[in-house]
């Protein structure tokens, strides 16, 4: 007690002037808790209980969630898995991941789906266990291969959830399914293509290095709207009517929007740490005998993307929430849930800013556990 | 370096003009896509794409389970009946009110219901084809019954809220402007947002289609007074009939699209509902009714329109949706937006619902 008091004193009563800060700090805290949690308490929230289902999984029908859920468990539990393997996060933030993923399953989770985020609780926590638990380094190795592996295949086994046995139609996925879903496209496709197309601008070939800068220059320099309302009205006249091409599903489209999009910006950030690199490290793997490939790959490549991953997860996050776009393409997504939702009867009318609360939340959380991976890989790799 | 900036500037100049030579082609083969038959392609397709709206209460949502339902829908429900048999087979896509034409135009979607004002502009440059209206709307002005304002006349110098690119907005400019009334518009994209405005006292008048007036009045919120704080002037500043549109040349959906509205017209004239409409296909009371459902009258022959259809179309779509007057009861009438009176009763009740003989 006499330790927190002096703790306190230290802290936040130091000098005249953090007396005055600390009382101002406190004041606005006061003000902006006091003025939240009255809007929390007097406001009516049926708006969003009766429609948890479109805001997570949008249009799909019904009788076909069970896709969603299996895909949100499978996930879940790789995540556990790895974070205790690969990361061994100390029981504090464990706790604290747990709590900020706590809210949204405290608004989502219905009678039906009790027993269901039980049991995926549970299984991700005998995981997490065992994972933060195993001294075995063979039986480790091994496993962290494992869960290597299912990362990479996730995203594929996941359209496999959804398509097999007859699935809905892609346009019918919606809600934040759908800005997860295309944001993990956007980064998975765009992060080696981003990679492709730096080095491609850093490159000597002079034909290469305009396609790369003229591509980057050409994407950054419109608006993401402006190249999702292309996608949608003008890319099936360009694309020759091979393969079903020319009328792609306006997901599909979406995706490969997004996916371009990213490229360019993620170019332009690993451009920024393949700069940084010295001179003197390529010369001295030349010295040692080394091709430029295997320069780029072994030398530069893993400490230019060491440097950029907090700007890289900056920019994963921006991609996340520029997936709210995509409402303009007749994709209802989150955002687009949000809006449309007062209108739908009555008794809903001027409620968006309870909806839009509630998307707003959602995508705070998802963002903040995304920086807080990126916060703990940047300690265990001590930049 | 100078060569080499050249050498790209070139390049790409050729790329530009390859795609072009591409866009051009191809520009004219999905015309000519576009003019084909929309009719056969959803008949061979199976499904109807229906561009609806998703957030205007009555004509449009989607309900909690991700269903879309409303008075638009409806149509598209009765459309869907009428050429395949069965009013579940639509895809909807939700449209914002600036995509809708070109995702018409461009053939994302076969036919556009979504509460759109037929306007000589609309139909003429914008290549659509509007049918009957199925819905006859006009804009209006909602003030606080506490605020003194009696006519549009009186608001000389109040700040109106108005939803931004919609034909309201011009009207509203027209309406106050054209008559020398000084005033301020506050736009918002949304309803909602300008609803809080609304409540917040930011402006003194709303205006947006008198339906929609009446629906937001009727759940205008306790909290700020309930519906008897408020006030729909009676003028009307412009007339707006909503209904059904589909590509200019695209003839056979057109008339099919056309039909069926005023088939379900004039069932309701008629007294065919969805729950009779089984006992009066097969024991027709006139040959009219039997023209209007497609049966023989009385051992006669069966007529076909040829409208490349089913020639009973009209019973799958009085079975599996109603007709005219069981659409608007079933969503507008629980909104308070009364038929009695309005211009959209039947002509026999004095209103504009006339649907021309099926014969």
């Known amino acids: ?383 | 370096m100078f060569k080499f900036r050249l050498i790209g500037i070139i390049s790409l100049f050729s790329v530009l003009f390859v795609l072009a030579a591409c866009s051009e082609e191809s520009t004219s083969s999905g015309s000519s896509d576009a003019s084909s038959n929309t009719l056969e392609v959803i008949k061979d397709r199976g499904t109807l794409n229906c561009g609806v709206n998703d957030n205007l209460t009555g004509f449009g949502v989607v309900a909690p389970d991700g269903s879309f339902e409303g008075f638009d829908i409806d149509f598209c429900k009765a459309i869907a009946a009428a050429i395949l048999g069965d009013s579940s087979k639509v895809e909807y896509t939700p449209l914002t009110a600036s995509a809708r034409f070109e995702a018409l135009g461009s053939g994302e979607v076969d036919v556009l219901i979504r509460n759109t004002t037929w306007t000589a502009s609309r139909d003429r440059d914008l290549g659509n084809d509007f049918t009957a209206p199925t819905f006859y709307d006009g804009q209006g002005m909602m003030v606080y019954a506490d605020s003194g304002y009696d006519s549009i006349e009186s608001m000389s110098g109040a700040t109106v809220c108005v939803l931004q690119g919609t034909t309201t907005e011009l009207n509203l400019d027209d309406r106050f402007t054209g008559s020398g009334i000084p005033y301020t518009p506050l736009t918002f994209e949304t309803n909602d947002p300008l609803q809080a405005a609304f409540e917040a006292k930011q402006c003194e008048g709303w205006t947006t289609d008198k339906s929609g007036l009446a629906s937001k009045r009727a759940g205008f919120p306790a909290a700020s007074g309930g519906p008897e704080a408020l006030v729909v002037l009676a003028e009307t500043l412009s007339k707006e009939p909503l209904g059904p549109l589909t590509r200019d040349n695209d003839s056979e959906l057109y008339d099919v699209v056309q039909w069926v509205v005023f088939g379900m017209m004039q069932a309701e004239e008629s007294g065919i509902t969805s729950s009779n409409v089984s006992s009066m296909a097969a024991n027709p009371a006139d040959p009219g009714m039997a023209r209007l459902l497609g049966v023989g009258f009385e051992g006669g022959e069966v007529q076909d329109f040829g409208f490349g259809i089913s020639p009973d179309f009209m019973q799958n779509v009085l079975y599996q949706v109603g007709n005219y007057g069981e659409v608007y009861d079933r969503h507008l009438v629980p909104l308070g937006l009364t038929r009695e009176g309005s211009l959209n009763a039947q002509w026999t009740d004095g209103g504009l619902i006339y649907a021309p003989p099926f014969r």
Do not use: H
């Open chain 1, 1 to 383: 007690m006499r330790i927190l008091l002096s703790r306190i004193r230290e802290n936040f009563l130091g000098s005249k002037l953090d007396v005055i800060l600390s009382i101002t700090g406190a004041l606005f805290i006061y003000f902006i808790l006091s003025t939240l949690i009255s809007f929390i308490l007097n406001s009516d929230w049926t708006l969003i209980l009766v429609n948890r289902k479109l805001m997570l999984t949008g249009l799909m029908p019904e009788e076909e969630i069970w896709r969603a859920w299996t895909i949100f468990s499978l996930t879940t539990i790789l995540m556990t898995t790895s974070i205790a393997f690969w990361f061994k996060i100390n029981i504090k933030s464990s706790i604290f991941y747990i709590l900020l993923l706590l809210i949204p399953l405290l608004i989502f989770t219905t009678k039906n789906t009790l027993l269901y985020v039980l049991f995926i609780m549970i299984l991700s926590i005998v995981f997490f266990y065992l994972g933060y638990r195993s001294k075995n380094s063979e039986l480790k190795n091994i496993v962290s291969r494992i869960i290597m592996i299912s990362w990479i295949i996730l995203l594929p086994i996941c359209f496999l959830i959804l398509n097999i046995l007859d699935g809905p139609k892609m346009t019918l996925w919606g809600g934040f399914m759908i800005n997860l879903i295309l944001a993990a496209i956007a980064i998975f496709a765009g992060f080696p293509l981003g990679i492709l197309l730096a080095l491609g601008r850093a490159s000597s070939y002079k034909l290469i290095k305009l396609i790369s800068t003229l591509y980057i220059e050409v994407i950054r320099g419109a608006p993401l709207v402006a190249w999702l309302l292309l996608a949608w009205f003008v890319l099936p006249k360009f694309l020759p009517n091979l393969f079903g091409l020319s009328d792609l599903n306006i997901v599909v489209r979406a995706m490969i929007v997004l996916s371009l999009f990213a490229s360019a910006y993620i170019a332009e950030v690993i451009r920024g740490g393949l700069q940084s690199i010295p001179k003197g490290q390529e010369e001295a793997s030349f010295a040692l005998g080394m091709n430029s490939i295997s320069n780029t790959i072994f030398i530069v490549l893993p400490q230019a993307i060491r440097i950029v991953i907090p700007t890289i997860v900056s920019t994963f996050i921006a991609i996340f929430k520029d997936t709210s776009l995509v409402f303009i393409l007749a994709i209802t997504d989150l955002l687009r849930i949000g809006r449309l939702i007062p209108e739908q009867q009555q008794a809903f009318f001027g409620k968006s800013i309870e909806s839009l609360a509630v998307v707003a939340l959602l995508f705070w959380v998802v963002s903040l556990v995304l920086s807080q991976i990126s916060r703990t890989i940047e300690k265990k790799l001590n930049i």
